[in-house]
């Protein structure tokens, strides 16, 4: 693998990233973005293909015909919203870019990218692995699921902010929404039990003391809490969204029962209010053991490069549990940090996303001898 240690082509690289980095993607909107995409491949005569997700919106898949496909390489091309509209384009100084999705996961995507635009000058054809671009991560996660419509693939490499240690677990999630509807009512005339908001934060209350006492081992992030806002009213209805993040080992079945349980506990406490709980989305986590194909091939990359083997668990849901419930070995490996996604001021560092696009090219070099 000697003479592959220094191939991709760092200016080429960041202004990639910068390019990404200033399309606004949000999710739902990543239109431009993957048509800005979609001709940067066509330009260097690549066999980009894409893969309509809804009316609108497409994935970009560059497939191999013909080949045996030994690993799909995935990165997500839309962001969360901009925290500020004025302020989330690319900036870099002193070798860190900042801007929205610099980490999650537009340094990633572009790792990705020029990884395989090396390979192709370097040995005129594609490597026998796929690349795939995908929308809708953020939200519905319906790029990922459009792409396992269509195609399997036996392992991936999924380029979400690992600080480039390989993750071969990956936690679980539930999405949960918490409903409430009753009667509308002139303020004065408000009576505890009977109002939806302090049914709804009894509910959570519940929750989170639940988790606490029981589960510690879990993640949970009280997200949104909204109502209807009618001025001096007792509103007629109230609803709040929990995320749930829980090691590969929890049981996410137990967990759900559990749940459902407090709050079938609490409906008996408002007889007059109807309260729903529904799991939006319910993503299984896993844990992959240390070999095979891939994975030897990566422990050998990280040894030849110095690199510590240092395997983790990546503490968030992604596309790689879309995968994994598909077939799929997902391994979640990217330049930058969880803590940055999502973050004001994100930010990662163009070394680590220089070298995320050297292991990926190294790991197409792989298995393609």
């Known amino acids: ?25 949000p999710s739902g909107k990543e239109e431009e973005v993957v048509e800005f995409l979609f001709g940067y491949l066509r330009r260097r005569d690549l066999p980009v293909l ?11 898949l560059l497939v191999p015909a013909d080949t045996d ?3 799909l390489f995935v990165g997500h091309l839309d962001t969360v919203a ?31 990218i020029e990884a395989y635009v090396t390979f192709v000058e370097h040995r005129g054809s594609l490597p026998p692995v796929a690349l795939a671009l995908v929308v809708g991560e953020e939200e519905e996660g319906d790029g990922a699921d459009r792409l396992v419509e269509e195609f399997h693939f036996p392992w991936a490499i999924v380029a979400e902010p690992t ?8 936690y679980g999630y539930l999405e949960i929404q918490i409903a409430v509807r009753g009667k509308r009512r002139h303020a004065s005339l408000a009576k505890s039990r009977q109002d939806p908001v302090e049914a709804v934060m009894h509910m959570i209350s519940d929750i989170s003391h639940h988790l606490q ?4 081992e879990l993640v949970y992030n009280i997200r949104d809490l909204f109502s209807s806002q009618a001025g001096f009213v007792v509103p007629d209805w109230c609803e709040a969204w929990v995320d749930v993040h829980m090691p590969p080992s929890a049981g996410i079945g137990e967990i759900t029962m559990e749940l459902e349980e407090i709050v079938a506990k609490a409906r008996k406490e408002i007889p007059h209010l109807d309260a729903v709980l529904r799991f939006t989305t319910i993503d299984a986590g896993y844990e992959l053991p240390q070999k095979g194909t891939i994975i030897e091939a990566l422990k050998r990359i990280y040894s030849e490069r110095s690199l510590p083997w240092e395997p983790g668990s990546f503490r968030s849901h992604s596309d790689a ?27 990662v560092s163009f070394e680590q996303v220089h070298q995320a696009a050297q292991l990926y090219y190294d790991l197409m070099n792989s298995v393609g001898d």
Do not use: F
């Not at 894409?50 to 970009?60: C, E, G, H």
């Not at 989330?88 to 572009?110: F, H, I, P, R, W």
């Not at 994994?324 to 001021?345: F, N, R, S």
């Open 163 to 170: 600080n480039l240690h390989p993750c071969l677990s990956c």
């Open 213 to 216: 006492q029981h589960r510690p």
């Open 321 to 347: 549990n879309r995968l994994w419930a598909a077939g799929i070995k997902p391994i979640l490996l990217g330049p930058g940090q969880l803590e940055q996604a999502h973050a004001p001021d994100e930010w």
């Open 82 to 112: 901009a925290y500020d509209l004025d302020h989330y384009e690319y900036k870099q100084q002193n070798g860190v870019v900042t801007g929205l999705g610099a980490a999650d996961m537009k340094g990633g995507c572009s790792a990705m």
């Open 1 to 25: 693998m000697s003479e592959h240690l220094s191939t991709v082509n760092a200016q080429r690289l960041l202004k990639l990233l910068r390019h990404l980095i200033d399309i606004y993607s």
């Open 50 to 60: 894409r893969q309509p997700v809804d009316d609108n919106r497409y994935n970009l």
């Open 69 to 71: 496909v030994s690993a």
